[in-house]
């Protein structure tokens, strides 16, 4: 059974880091584009970051670009997202998800999908 978890998140002050994890479970995940969406409380789900799985481009949304860096490592089945500069604003859930289609942040689409990990930033 395909399977994606979702581990790191947590309460932080604005300014913080943290770093999520996604692992993979029943499946290869090197074989997949991967990729971080959010959704916070009244709001639509949106694509935050994503990676190729052929050669390891990444892309990023204009609001989490030169904060947010993400990255794979094939020999644990993981890929990360590494938050820093933390706002208040990336309060979300952060779920991960194997992609299908072209790795466009606003329109990229989940095939296998986490559960989601909290990401609470407040002072």
């Known amino acids: 059974q395909l399977q994606l978890v979702e581990s790191g998140g947590g309460l932080v002050q604005p300014g913080g880091s943290l770093r999520l994890s996604c692992v993979g479970s029943g499946f290869s995940l090197d074989y997949y584009p991967v990729g971080w969406f959010r959704q916070a409380p009244g709001k639509e789900r949106e694509g935050v970051s994503c990676?190729?799985?052929?050669?390891?481009?990444?892309y990023y949304a204009d609001s989490v670009k030169g904060r947010f860096i993400i990255s794979r490592d094939n020999v644990k089945n993981t890929v990360y997202l590494q938050m820093n500069s933390l706002k208040p604003e990336d309060t979300a859930v952060y779920y991960c998800?194997?992609?299908?289609?072209?790795?466009?942040?606003?329109?990229?689409?989940?095939?296998?999908w986490g559960q989601g990990t909290q990401v609470t930033v407040s002072s």
């Open positions: 998800a194997t992609l299908r289609g072209p790795l466009i942040i606003a329109t990229m689409q989940g095939g296998n």
């Open positions: 990676i190729s799985a052929s050669d390891g481009g990444t």
